[in-house]
Protein backbone atom coordinates (compact mmCIF):
# COMPACT_ATOMS: atom_id res chain seq x y z
CA UNK A 1 0.00 0.00 0.00
CA UNK A 2 1.50 3.92 -0.87
CA UNK A 3 1.68 6.37 1.63
CA UNK A 4 -1.00 8.03 -0.35
CA UNK A 5 -3.13 4.89 0.33
CA UNK A 6 -2.57 4.73 3.89
CA UNK A 7 -3.02 8.31 4.46
CA UNK A 8 -6.55 8.44 2.52
CA UNK A 9 -7.69 5.04 4.54
CA UNK A 10 -6.82 6.99 7.88
CA UNK A 11 -8.72 9.91 6.73
CA UNK A 12 -11.73 8.03 5.81
CA UNK A 13 -11.29 6.36 9.02
CA UNK A 14 -11.61 9.26 10.83
CA UNK A 15 -14.29 10.69 8.09
CA UNK A 16 -16.66 7.17 9.06
CA UNK A 17 -16.00 7.55 13.38
CA UNK A 18 -17.06 11.59 13.64
CA UNK A 19 -20.58 10.11 11.09
CA UNK A 20 -21.03 7.16 13.14
CA UNK A 21 -20.62 9.24 16.52
CA UNK A 22 -22.30 12.20 15.05
CA UNK A 23 -19.26 13.94 15.87
CA UNK A 24 -19.60 17.53 14.39
CA UNK A 25 -16.63 19.00 15.67
CA UNK A 26 -14.63 15.82 14.43
CA UNK A 27 -16.21 15.68 11.35
CA UNK A 28 -15.87 19.48 10.83
CA UNK A 29 -12.16 19.58 11.14
CA UNK A 30 -12.20 17.30 7.69
CA UNK A 31 -14.81 19.16 5.72
CA UNK A 32 -13.72 21.85 3.30
CA UNK A 33 -15.69 25.12 3.61
CA UNK A 34 -16.92 24.22 0.11
CA UNK A 35 -18.22 21.18 0.84
CA UNK A 36 -20.07 19.50 -2.12
CA UNK A 37 -21.77 16.27 -0.36
CA UNK A 38 -24.56 14.27 -2.74
CA UNK A 39 -25.91 11.42 -1.21
CA UNK A 40 -27.37 8.66 -3.19
CA UNK A 41 -30.48 10.34 -2.65
CA UNK A 42 -29.80 13.10 -5.01
CA UNK A 43 -29.93 15.25 -1.65
CA UNK A 44 -27.28 17.92 -1.62
CA UNK A 45 -25.57 19.40 1.26
CA UNK A 46 -23.32 22.06 2.25
CA UNK A 47 -20.47 21.46 4.82
CA UNK A 48 -22.89 23.64 7.48
CA UNK A 49 -25.58 22.05 6.36
CA UNK A 50 -24.48 18.25 6.53
CA UNK A 51 -23.09 19.58 9.85
CA UNK A 52 -26.45 20.84 10.94
CA UNK A 53 -28.05 17.97 9.99
CA UNK A 54 -26.29 15.45 11.52
CA UNK A 55 -25.95 17.50 15.02
CA UNK A 56 -29.77 17.93 14.99
CA UNK A 57 -30.51 14.25 14.62
CA UNK A 58 -31.88 14.74 11.22
CA UNK A 59 -29.91 12.18 9.66
CA UNK A 60 -27.64 9.33 12.53
CA UNK A 61 -25.49 6.91 10.84
CA UNK A 62 -26.16 3.45 13.16
CA UNK A 63 -23.91 1.76 10.70
CA UNK A 64 -21.20 2.71 8.42
CA UNK A 65 -18.59 0.57 6.40
CA UNK A 66 -16.64 2.26 3.23
CA UNK A 67 -14.60 -0.64 1.09
CA UNK A 68 -12.97 -1.33 -0.82
CA UNK A 69 -11.59 1.64 -1.49
CA UNK A 70 -9.19 3.06 -4.56
CA UNK A 71 -6.97 5.97 -4.57
CA UNK A 72 -5.92 7.83 -7.13
CA UNK A 73 -3.29 10.72 -6.66
CA UNK A 74 -4.02 14.10 -9.03
CA UNK A 75 -1.80 16.51 -8.07
CA UNK A 76 -2.52 18.60 -4.60
CA UNK A 77 -5.83 15.93 -4.20
CA UNK A 78 -6.94 12.34 -4.03
CA UNK A 79 -9.66 10.79 -5.87
CA UNK A 80 -11.22 8.36 -3.97
CA UNK A 81 -13.73 5.32 -5.45
CA UNK A 82 -15.48 2.89 -3.06
CA UNK A 83 -18.64 1.72 -1.95
CA UNK A 84 -20.69 2.96 1.16
CA UNK A 85 -23.14 0.59 3.35
CA UNK A 86 -25.07 2.06 6.24
CA UNK A 87 -27.79 2.01 7.88
CA UNK A 88 -29.07 5.66 8.25
CA UNK A 89 -32.01 6.85 10.74
CA UNK A 90 -33.39 9.75 8.53
CA UNK A 91 -37.04 10.89 9.34
CA UNK A 92 -37.62 8.65 11.83
CA UNK A 93 -36.89 5.73 9.78
CA UNK A 94 -33.97 3.20 9.55
CA UNK A 95 -33.14 3.08 6.03
CA UNK A 96 -30.35 0.39 4.37
CA UNK A 97 -28.26 2.53 2.16
CA UNK A 98 -25.80 0.98 -0.55
CA UNK A 99 -24.48 3.25 -2.72
CA UNK A 100 -20.97 3.63 -4.82
CA UNK A 101 -19.11 7.05 -4.13
CA UNK A 102 -16.67 9.36 -5.75
CA UNK A 103 -14.69 11.65 -3.28
CA UNK A 104 -12.18 14.02 -3.85
CA UNK A 105 -9.87 15.28 -0.62
CA UNK A 106 -7.34 17.70 -1.43
CA UNK A 107 -4.29 19.06 0.85
CA UNK A 108 -4.79 22.79 2.07
CA UNK A 109 -2.94 24.38 4.02
CA UNK A 110 -1.03 21.29 5.11
CA UNK A 111 -4.11 19.43 5.68
CA UNK A 112 -6.33 17.11 3.94
CA UNK A 113 -10.00 18.23 3.95
CA UNK A 114 -12.95 16.56 2.11
CA UNK A 115 -13.90 18.92 -0.91
CA UNK A 116 -16.26 16.88 -2.84
CA UNK A 117 -18.22 13.47 -2.39
CA UNK A 118 -20.88 11.93 -4.28
CA UNK A 119 -23.34 8.81 -4.32
CA UNK A 120 -24.95 6.63 -6.70
CA UNK A 121 -27.54 4.26 -4.98
CA UNK A 122 -26.91 0.65 -5.36
CA UNK A 123 -29.15 -2.42 -5.08
CA UNK A 124 -29.26 -3.25 -1.29
CA UNK A 125 -28.14 -6.48 -0.65
Do not use: F, N
Not at 6 to 28: F, I, K
Not at 30 to 40: C, G
Amino acid sequence: MSAADEELHALEARRRDAMLAGDVLALGELLAPELRYVHSTGTVDSRESLLHKLAAGAIAYRELELAPLTVTPCGDALIVAGEMRAQVLRGGELRQVCSSYLAVWRRQDLRWELAACQGTALPVG
